[in-house]
Each structure stands twice: as structure tokens, then as C-alpha cells.
């Protein structure tokens, strides 16, 4: 874990990171340098002594579970994905919003063989059919699904979805919500103990801005 007088976020990059900046910096946790202009990873902030370092998406987890970051802000889907041991959860930040979705081609043949589903949430897909007590063989890729359906990978895909755009410019469309999605704050369950006292002012402001 980092000295008790600091605090690691570790933010993932893309758009959460585009959504989450404005809330941190309400925080005064702005970055010195913006995280478009410089390749560094770590990146001082205004407030001594606070780092953010930006990681993909899917790593958060990791660095926050294992203490090297304090702090984390992850997609849910990432969160459901990852399984949640060792992290506690404390807010919703109520960005980066969208849907995870079971989704197919608008009409389908019947098929004389088990559903292939193609995703790159097999463990959330694997939860969900089984409490519907369906047998699916799931397939992993690690982005494009859409493009499984289109080439015969897959009969389906469990994707993400916010405008619709990206299912309807494929010729697919949405067929079951599996859930909402938004991003956490999630905290390191030992720095939660040893820093309460910097952690637990962060965690009251963003549950009061993310009402
Ligand atoms: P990687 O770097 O691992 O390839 P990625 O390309 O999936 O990540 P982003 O597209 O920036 O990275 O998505 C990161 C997170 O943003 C997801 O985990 C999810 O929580 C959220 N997200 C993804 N797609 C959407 C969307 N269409 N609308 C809103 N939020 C989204
Ligand atoms: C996400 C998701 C969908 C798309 C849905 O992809 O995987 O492809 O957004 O958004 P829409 O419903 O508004 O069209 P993203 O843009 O993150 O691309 P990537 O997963 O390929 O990186």
C-alpha cells in the first residue's frame, strides 16, 4: 500500500476518465498536466500528495484490490466481470452510463444446436444464463462483437449499448437488458482502514455531487 499520507486513484482511461475528471477536479483533485497532453502515467494533481494513474479499463480492479492504488473508477461491467473480492464499493458515480445487452440479428433462423454467444464478458454471460437454467457456449473476444453475428461467429453477443448506434449501423438489435451499467468509486478494503481519514471525506463529496 502507498505511505498513509498519499492517496493513488487509478482511473481508466478512455471515457470514464474523460467523465470522471470533471467530478475529481469539484474535489480539487485536477490534474497538473492533462492526461490528453503528456504519455506520463502518473500525474501529479492540485492536491499535494493525491496521484491519478491511468490504466485500462479492465486493470483497475487490480491495482485497487492489491493496494498499489487506493482508489479506483471502473465500469460496472468491468466490476461485474472481475468479481468483485477485496474491493468495497462505496458510490456510484453515475457516469459513463449505458447498458449491457444480450443482442442478435433482427431475424434468426431456427438453430438445431446450442446458442454461441460472443463477448468479451464471459463471466457475466456465464451468471446470466445460468440463472436461467440455459446451456450457451460463449465465445471471448476482446472488442467488435458486433461483428460476430455478421460472420457467423456467434448467433449473439452480450455488448454494451448507450445511443444504439453501433448494434443498428450492424443490422442488430437489442433482445434482452442484462443490466444497467454506470462506474464506481471502489476502495481498497485495507487503505480503507488505515486512511479513513483522507478516504472518507472523497467518498462523502462524490456521493454528495453524484446524488
Ligand atoms: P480497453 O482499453 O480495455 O479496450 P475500452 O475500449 O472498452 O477499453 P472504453 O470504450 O473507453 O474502453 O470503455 C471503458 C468503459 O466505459 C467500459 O468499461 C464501460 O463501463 C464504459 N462504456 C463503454 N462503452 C460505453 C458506451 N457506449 N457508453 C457509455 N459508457 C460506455
Ligand atoms: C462500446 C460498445 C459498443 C458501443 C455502443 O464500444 O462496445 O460497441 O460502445 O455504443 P452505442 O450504443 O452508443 O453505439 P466503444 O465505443 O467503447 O468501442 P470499443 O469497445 O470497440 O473500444
Request: a positive charge; charged letters at 25%.
Amino acid at each position: 500500500m502507498n505511505r498513509s499520507h498519499n492517496l493513488t486513484i487509478a482511473v481508466s482511461k478512455g471515457r470514464i476518465l474523460t467523465e470522471a475528471l470533471p467530478l475529481l477536479t469539484e474535489l480539487g483533485i485536477r490534474p497538473v498536466e492533462a492526461p490528453e497532453q503528456t504519455r506520463k502515467l502518473i500525474l501529479e494533481t492540485a492536491k499535494p500528495g493525491i496521484k491519478l494513474v491511468v490504466v485500462r479499463a479492465t486493470d483497475v480492479p487490480t491495482y485497487v484490490e492489491y493496494g498499489a492504488a487506493d482508489l479506483g473508477i471502473a465500469g460496472k461491467d468491468v466490476l461485474l466481470e472481475y468479481g468483485g473480492k477485496g474491493l468495497y464499493e462505496p458510490v456510484d458515480l453515475k457516469i459513463a452510463r449505458c447498458k449491457m445487452v444480450l443482442a442478435g440479428p433482427k431475424k434468426e433462423a431456427k438453430l438445431n444446436r446450442r446458442l454461441r454467444v460472443a463477448t468479451k464478458y464471459i463471466k457475466t454471460t456465464r451468471d446470466y444464463f445460468a440463472s436461467r437454467g440455459e446451456q450457451v457456449e460463449i465465445i471471448k473476444l476482446y472488442g467488435s462483437m458486433e461483428l460476430a453475428p455478421l460472420l457467423g461467429l456467434a448467433d449473439r453477443i452480450v455488448d454494451l449499448i448507450d445511443t444504439g448506434n453501433t448494434l443498428k449501423a450492424n443490422g442488430l438489435v437489442p433482445l434482452e437488458l442484462i443490466t444497467w451499467i454506470s462506474s464506481r468509486l471502489i476502495v481498497n478494503t485495507a487503505a480503507m482502514k488505515m486512511k479513513h481519514e483522507l478516504i472518507k471525506p472523497i467518498i462523502n463529496q462524490l456521493e454528495q455531487l453524484c446524488k
